[in-house]
C-alpha cells in the first residue's frame, strides 16, 4: 500500500473512458507496472461509472492512487455518494482521491439535472460530503442538501482527500473555501495554474491537479499530429478560462472561428500553441513541460493519452517518468 498522503509531485495517467471492458484492468495493471504515481477514471455520460471503475482498479492493483474525476454533484445524494466514497476509502486505505463537481452543463441538462444555482449545491455538497467522511452526524436544510441525523456508521480511517472539478472564478473561490483541492481539466498551462490560485485563495493546503493531453516520442511529425488529434475541441467557448491568460488567446479564437471544421483548426495550430496547449515531444522535453507545470503549482499531471493503441500510449508516457 501506498502512503496516505499523495504526492506533493505526481504524474500520473488517464484511463481512457471508451477503453474496452476486457481491457480495462490490465490498463490499469500496467499503469502501475510501468510507475505511474496516480491513475484517474473518468464519469462521462454515456460511458462508465466513478465509482465502479475505481473499485475494480483499486481491486487489481497494490500501490498505485485512484483518482475518480468527477462525480456530479446533482446526480447523486449526497449521502449515498459518502457512503460509496468510504467504502472505496474504506477497502483501500490511504489510495483514494475523489472529485466532484457541477458535471457539464449539457450532459446535465439532457438528464435533467442541472440546478438553478450550480454554486449554491457546490458549496453544500462537498461541505456536508466532507463532513459525513470524518464521521460527523449531519443536519442540513440548505438549497440542494437536507439531511436530518444523517451519519456513517463505519468512517474509513484515512479519510479521502475530496477534490472539485471546476473552473471559472466563482466556482474556484469556492473549492478554495471548501474542498482539499481542485481539478483543473486539459489544457493547463503555467499561466492557467497561475490564474486558478489567484482565484482559488485557500486559507490552507490545496492540491491541485492537472489533465493534459499527452504524446510522447521520438519523431515529431508523429507525435505532433498525436497530439493535435486530442486538441480538436481547444477553443469552444467552455474551454475560455483555460485560453484567456495565454498570450496567443486572440489568435486562437480568430483561428478557430475561420476554420471550418475541427480537423481544419488544428490543422493549422502552429507548433509552439500544440506545445503549450500538450505535453509533446521527446522524453525529455516532456519530462521538462511536467516540471514546469509542477513549479507552477501543479501537485499532479496528470496525462491523457491519445491516440489508436492506447496500451502503446502508456508506455511511451511511461518514458517520462523518474526512476
Given at each position: 500500500m501506498s502512503g496516505t498522503r499523495p504526492k506533493d509531485d505526481a504524474v500520473g495517467v488517464v484511463l481512457p473512458?471508451?477503453?474496452?471492458?476486457?481491457?480495462?484492468?490490465?490498463?490499469?495493471?500496467?499503469a502501475e507496472e510501468l510507475g505511474f504515481d496516480e491513475l484517474w477514471v473518468v464519469e462521462d455520460l454515456g460511458f462508465r461509472g466513478g465509482t465502479a471503475q475505481a473499485a475494480a482498479v483499486l481491486a487489481v492493483t497494490s500501490r498505485i492512487r485512484v483518482g475518480v474525476g468527477i462525480l456530479p454533484t446533482a446526480?447523486?445524494?449526497v449521502a449515498f455518494a459518502a457512503m460509496e466514497i468510504a467504502s472505496l476509502a474504506e477497502l483501500f486505505p490511504g489510495r483514494v482521491d475523489v472529485?466532484?463537481?457541477?458535471?457539464?452543463?449539457?450532459?446535465?441538462?439532457?438528464?435533467?439535472?442541472w440546478p438553478a444555482s450550480p454554486l449554491t449545491l457546490l458549496d453544500e455538497y462537498v461541505s456536508t460530503l466532507r463532513a459525513l467522511l470524518r464521521g460527523e452526524r449531519v443536519t442540513i436544510e440548505g438549497r440542494y442538501v437536507q439531511l436530518s441525523g444523517v451519519e456513517l456508521e463505519t468512517r474509513p480511517d484515512v479519510v479521502p482527500p475530496i477534490l472539485t472539478g471546476v473552473r471559472g472564478p466563482r466556482s474556484l473561490a469556492v473549492s478554495g473555501a471548501v474542498a482539499d483541492g481542485t481539478i483543473l481539466a486539459e489544457p493547463v498551462t503555467p499561466e492557467y495554474v497561475a490564474s486558478t490560485l489567484g482565484h482559488v485563495a485557500a486559507d490552507g493546503p490545496h492540491r491541485l491537479v492537472g489533465y493534459n493531453v499527452a504524446a510522447?516520442?521520438?519523431?515529431?511529425?508523429?507525435?505532433?499530429?498525436?497530439?493535435?488529434?486530442?486538441?480538436?475541441?481547444?477553443?469552444?467557448?467552455?474551454?475560455?478560462?483555460?485560453?484567456?491568460?495565454?498570450?496567443?488567446?486572440?489568435?486562437?479564437?480568430?483561428?478557430?472561428?475561420?476554420?471550418?471544421?475541427?480537423?481544419e483548426f488544428v490543422a493549422a495550430m502552429p507548433d509552439e500553441w500544440v506545445s503549450t496547449l500538450a505535453v509533446v515531444g521527446p522524453a525529455a522535453t516532456a519530462r521538462a513541460r511536467i516540471d514546469e507545470l509542477h513549479a507552477a503549482g501543479l501537485a499532479s499531471v496528470v496525462l491523457v493519452p491519445v491516440g489508436s493503441d492506447p496500451f502503446a500510449a502508456l508506455s511511451s508516457l511511461a518514458t517520462v517518468l523518474r526512476g
Open positions: 473512458r471508451d477503453l474496452p471492458a476486457g481491457r480495462v484492468l490490465a490498463y490499469a495493471r500496467r446526480a447523486r445524494n472529485g466532484v463537481g457541477h458535471g457539464m452543463p449539457h450532459w446535465m441538462r439532457s438528464v435533467g439535472a510522447v516520442g521520438d519523431d515529431p511529425d508523429a507525435t505532433f499530429a498525436t497530439a493535435r488529434a486530442g486538441l480538436e475541441w481547444i477553443g469552444e467557448p467552455d474551454w475560455a478560462p483555460h485560453i484567456t491568460p495565454l498570450p496567443f488567446a486572440d489568435e486562437l479564437a480568430a483561428l478557430r472561428a475561420s476554420s471550418a471544421s475541427r480537423e
